[in-house]
């Protein structure tokens, strides 16, 4: 069932608003994620409402440069990015390409994380 969350990082200078029905949640195991530990959900760009400016976060890229995370500058949790772009072998096999953002589900207040089933990303062989 969809609903609106609330969500921010450890000291809440960054505050945000999502409307999803979080069914899973995505667990990456390419070396960034698996170190980071975010349990990703991914939603449209309308259904994240952002209360913090994204030009107050500190953000990192790397690899390709098309994946961008945001973390808060001064506790340093990561509560949302947007994903890398999708290849031309992912396009080729049918993969539809996602302008959307990942939401870090540990960062949403009333969620049980434990309870949600996991959903396997194998980054690492991308």
């Given at each position: 069932?969809?609903?609106?969350?609330?969500?921010?990082?450890?000291?809440?200078?960054?505050?945000?608003?999502?409307?999803?029905?979080?069914?899973?949640?995505?667990?990456?195991?390419?070396?960034i994620?698996?170190?980071?530990?975010?349990?990703?959900?991914?939603?449209?760009?309308?259904?994240?409402?952002?209360?913090?400016?994204?030009?107050?976060?500190?953000?990192?890229?790397?690899g390709?440069?098309?994946?961008?995370?945001?973390?808060?500058?001064?506790?340093?949790?990561?509560?949302?990015?947007?994903?890398?772009?999708?290849?031309?072998?992912?396009?080729?096999?049918?993969?539809?390409?996602?302008?959307?953002?990942?939401?870090?589900?540990?960062?949403?207040?009333?969620?049980?994380?434990?309870?949600?089933?996991?959903?396997?990303?194998?980054?690492?062989?991308l």
């Amino acid at each position: 069932m969809r609903r609106t969350y609330n969500g921010s990082c450890h000291c809440g200078k960054v505050r945000f608003e999502v409307t999803a029905d979080i069914d899973h949640v995505r667990v990456c195991d390419c070396s960034i994620c698996r170190k980071r530990g975010a349990l990703n959900f991914r939603v449209e760009e309308a259904d994240l409402s952002l209360t913090t400016p994204l030009e107050e976060l500190s953000s990192y890229q790397w690899g390709t440069r098309t994946a961008k995370d945001y973390f808060c500058p001064t506790c340093g949790i990561l509560p949302f990015r947007r994903p890398r772009h999708t290849t031309a072998a992912e396009l080729g096999g049918g993969i539809k390409p996602f302008t959307g953002w990942a939401i870090n589900v540990r960062c949403l207040d009333d969620v049980d994380i434990f309870s949600l089933p996991q959903k396997i990303i194998h980054g690492s062989k991308l």
